[in-house]
């Protein structure tokens, strides 16, 4: 089965596709980017997108791992949201990116409602959890306007560069984001 597109009123989640390498360099690489994410190297080399994308739909088809383009409806690239899924406990495990100019807008919690509502509709997830820096505030912001509590802090957990990194710790299981949902339908919230 391919990967699917999701869709919302401003943007279209999609598979990337090797055309999609150079932009993703360009968003990625930027600093500002790579110092509010643990998995973002800077500088970013080139290849390293090729690289990256090319591990993508392996990732789909073994059942490890969806990764979507945030795109505009006109196909420009803004960003990244995915899933690391462990599919035997039925968790996923959610990250995403923006890339720098459009930082403000909604992008990415729009994004990350349309990949839970995915996880959960469509591969029958339990819980999505999610980390981020607390020194990435607008990361939390994301997080709880989609309905994720936070669940502890892990102090030191991660080394970037020669720095220990404290994270945050979030997660929302099925049930609280179906009642989330049901509540917003029935104009309680």
């Excluded at 990732?59 to 990764?67: D, I, K, Q, R, S």
């Excluded at 990250?95 to 909604?106: A, D, K, T």
């Amino acid at each position: 089965m391919n990967q699917p597109s999701l869709y919302t009123p401003r943007l279209i989640l999609r598979p990337y596709q090797p055309a999609d390498a150079s932009e993703v360099q360009r968003l990625a690489g930027a600093a500002a980017v790579a110092e509010t994410t643990l998995n973002i190297p800077h500088p970013y080399a080139d290849g390293m997108a090729e690289a990256w994308i090319a591990t993508h739909r392996a990732a789909w088809e073994a059942g490890t791992a969806v990764t979507f383009a945030i795109t505009t409806v006109d196909d420009a690239l803004r960003g990244t949201v995915s899933l690391q899924l462990t599919r035997s406990h039925g968790r996923g495990e959610l990250g995403y990116w923006i890339g720098q100019p459009y930082w403000g807008r909604g992008l990415a919690t729009e994004a990350v409602t349309a990949l839970l509502r995915f996880a959960f509709e469509d591969l029958h997830l339990n819980r999505l959890q999610a980390s981020y820096l607390p020194r990435n505030p607008a990361s939390g912001r994301v997080l709880a306007k989609v309905g994720m509590l936070r669940e502890g802090l892990h102090r030191e957990r991660f080394r970037k560069g020669d720095t220990f990194e404290d994270v945050v710790e979030c997660a929302i299981l099925q049930r609280e984001w179906r009642a989330g949902r049901d509540l917003t339908r029935d104009g309680a919230t």
